[in-house]
């Protein structure tokens, strides 16, 4: 070998080493974190053997990998679900008042591999029960997870990207409760799986209400809400998620099918 494709040889060396070593430091970081949390979660009372990694690491990255932090986020969650749901599963027929107003759709994977999920808003009656509502949010969000887990096991990477359709919102279908609930659930107990959330079609008189709505949203939240009006917003839109799993209703080629019909 050449002096010259020697010094080459061992310059890509150079090159590539460090980023295995970041890698597998930054894999070492994660066990160790991993670790520290369910240990953590151990001190506060509860557990989390029935887990998986994924799930966990979630919660950490929510918490910026503080493993006390994370414990106590998640065993907020155990506690939450636990009140509502004590048998750690709901039914379809629990929440069937919800469901027979078809106003959630799933469709299929994103250019990213992100499920899409379609919410039209011009369906929905306002809230009248808040732990029913909030039952179906832990259906409707976990059958999205369920149905991107990678060998029947979460990993931590699934996301979903939802659209939620205001076209044709009227003031008795405007419920600010229903939003700030969603998003808050969403946020506390299931952190880490919104990629992004495009608001389609929002009218004028709305404008007022979601700036009531966002102030109770987290930054990071915020961040991943885009408004969605134009018809050049609603082409890139269906550019970037892609044609064949947008809904033919928003100029892609899908079909809706309800998220109680969605086969997993």
């Known amino acids: 070998m050449s002096k010259r494709r020697k010094q080459s040889f061992k310059s890509s060396l150079r090159l590539q080493f460090p980023s295995k070593l970041k890698f597998k ?50 065993v907020e969650y155990q506690n939450w ?21 078809n106003i959630i759709f799933m469709g299929g994977l994103t250019k990213e591999g992100y499920r899409l999920l379609v919410c039209q808003g011009r369906r929905h009656r306002p809230i009248t029960d808040k732990l029913k509502f909030e039952k179906f949010l832990i259906y409707m969000l976990e059958k999205v997870l369920a149905s991107v887990y990678e060998g029947g096991r979460e990993t931590g990477n699934e996301k979903l990207v939802a659209i939620v359709d205001l076209g044709g919102l009227s003031f008795k279908n405007a419920d600010a409760r229903a939003f700030i609930t969603g998003f808050q659930v969403q946020q506390a107990y299931y952190p880490g799986i919104l990629a992004k ?28 809400i885009t408004i969605v009006n134009t018809e050049d917003e609603k082409r890139e839109l269906v550019e970037g998620i892609g044609e064949d799993v947008i809904p033919v ?12 019909d969605f086969a997993l």
């Open 25 to 74: 430091k930054m894999e070492v970081d994660r066990a160790v974190a991993l670790a520290q949390m369910k240990q953590a979660v151990s001190d506060l009372g509860s557990s989390a053997d029935n887990y998986e990694d994924g799930t966990l690491f979630r919660f950490l990255a929510a918490r910026s990998m503080e493993p006390e932090k994370a414990a106590k986020m998640f």
């Open 81 to 101: 679900k636990a009140s509502i749901v004590p048998s750690g599963s709901i039914s379809e027929d629990e929440v069937h008042d919800h469901l027979d107003d």
């Open 197 to 224: 959330c495009y608001i389609w079609d929002m009218p004028r008189f709305f404008v007022s209400i979601w700036n009531v709505i966002s102030s109770f949203l987290e930054k990071t939240t915020t961040e991943m």
């Open 249 to 260: 209703e928003y100029g892609g080629k899908a079909k809706f099918v309800t998220i109680q």
